[in-house]
């Protein structure tokens, strides 16, 4: 009894006179059981994320990935995108993004014309749920086919269904009534949005938006655009027709929301409630706006550029960051405005010039 009194009595003495000797060991001890028994209880998950940060970690902020399947993460770093003049040369990805009622085959063809590298574009449409639009998807589909299967395909396709209503009828008559115009354009906002947002990736540069109705442009539509390297630019709208009077096919202006704003647009706006809106192209609703479509020289410069307040979605491209930065299609009266011309509105609000290309033509369908 004496002896292990004395040892116990020389083992305190030993741990006051010197604790690391006692405390060393011991620590060590549950810093080794530690490691294991939370390396094996983390290991009965399926995937397991460790920060790695040890003294031989070359990047601290780096992650042990265990048990992880191939490309289960991807990195973007969003800082190295480009978004230049020489797109096509940089190897700059472009979204083409179409809402589509009906198909015509017209613009499909002229879409596969355009000469920019197709594995460097992705499509995005969205239909509505409404007979026409499941006529249209079928002959979508169809043409998507036939597309993908030969040379010169696109690198991704999407198609979007609307959540959201749309006007029954889509005859031209039908859908550019005034009366129904803010129901419209709100509709076409709604699917706007659904498609950019839902289409849009970490990759993508440039967004252009392309009319379902636009059945003839420049093959280079989309170099021709970018070279200007604005954050939107618009091209000018117009309609082949045959002139009942010469019975000669003549051209004349069919988009009228591309405009630069005026004293009297500002008037009328001012004098509207909350929730109204001003549409333009109306002779029930004279701004007096200069419409780009009137700007229209055909011995003028291509290049022209016009500086705008208002867009159509005829042809439009968008540097991508611009939705990135927040830009959207209003579904609601913004500042009296809706759905594209509400969309430039937003996008100058950002910061963001826009403008178009007075003698830059592209054709619509003419029904």
């Known amino acids: 009894m004496a002896n292990l009194s004395y040892t116990k009595n020389q083992l305190v003495r030993q741990i006051r006179r010197k604790p690391l000797t006692i405390l060393g060991p011991i620590t060590l001890i549950l810093i080794i059981y530690l490691f294991f028994f939370s390396s094996s209880s983390s290991s009965k ?11 031989f970690s070359k990047n601290k902020d780096s992650l042990i990935l265990q048990n992880l399947p191939k490309n289960h993460i991807s990195h973007y770093d969003l800082n190295k995108l480009t978004v230049t003049p020489d797109a096509l040369v940089n190897k700059e990805e472009v979204l083409i993004l179409t809402p589509m009622s009906k198909f015509v085959p017209e613009y499909w063809a002229n879409l596969n014309k355009l000469s920019y590298d197709h594995n460097l574009i992705t499509l995005g449409f969205i239909l509505p749920r409404t007979k026409e639009g499941d006529h249209a998807l079928k002959s979508l589909e169809s043409a998507i086919k036939k597309t993908q299967s030969n040379q010169g395909k696109f690198k991704k396709i ?9 006007l029954e009828s889509q005859l031209e008559k039908d859908r550019h009534a005034l009366k129904v115009q803010k129901e419209r354009r709100s509709m076409m906002a709604l699917a706007r949005n659904s ?30 655009l970018m070279a200007h390297d ?33 004293e ?9 409630k909350d929730d109204e809106i001003v549409v ?15 700007y229209y020289d055909a011995n003028g410069d291509v290049s022209t550029e016009m ?18 930065d927040g830009a959207m299609f209003p579904s609601f009266p913004f500042y009296h405005l809706i759905e594209t011309e509400g969309f430039a509105k937003m996008a100058k609000r950002l910061g963001y010039d826009v403008f178009g290309l007075p003698n830059y033509l592209v054709y619509h369908f003419n029904e």
Do not use: C
């Open 264 to 272: 009297e647009g500002l008037k009328i706006a001012a004098g509207l």
């Open 158 to 166: 999407t198609i979007l269904r609307q959540d959201s209503n749309s």
């Open 307 to 324: 500086a705008l307040d208002g867009v159509g979605g005829g042809a439009v491209l968008v540097k991508a960051d611009v939705h990135r």
């Open 45 to 55: 998950s399926k995937y397991s994320y460790t920060k790695k940060n040890g003294w």
């Open 280 to 294: 333009e192209g109306y002779a029930e609703m004279a701004t007096y706006r200069p419409l780009m479509a009137h």
């Open 195 to 224: 498609l950019v947002f839902s289409t849009m990736s970490p990759a993508t540069s440039w967004v252009l938006w392309l009319d379902a109705d636009i059945i003839e442009s420049p093959q280079t539509l989309l170099q021709d």
């Open 230 to 262: 604005k954050p939107v630019i618009s091209a000018n709208v117009y309609q082949r027709y045959v002139d009942d009077k010469t019975k000669q096919e003549s051209i004349r202006p069919y988009d009228f929301n591309n405009w630069v704003e005026s």
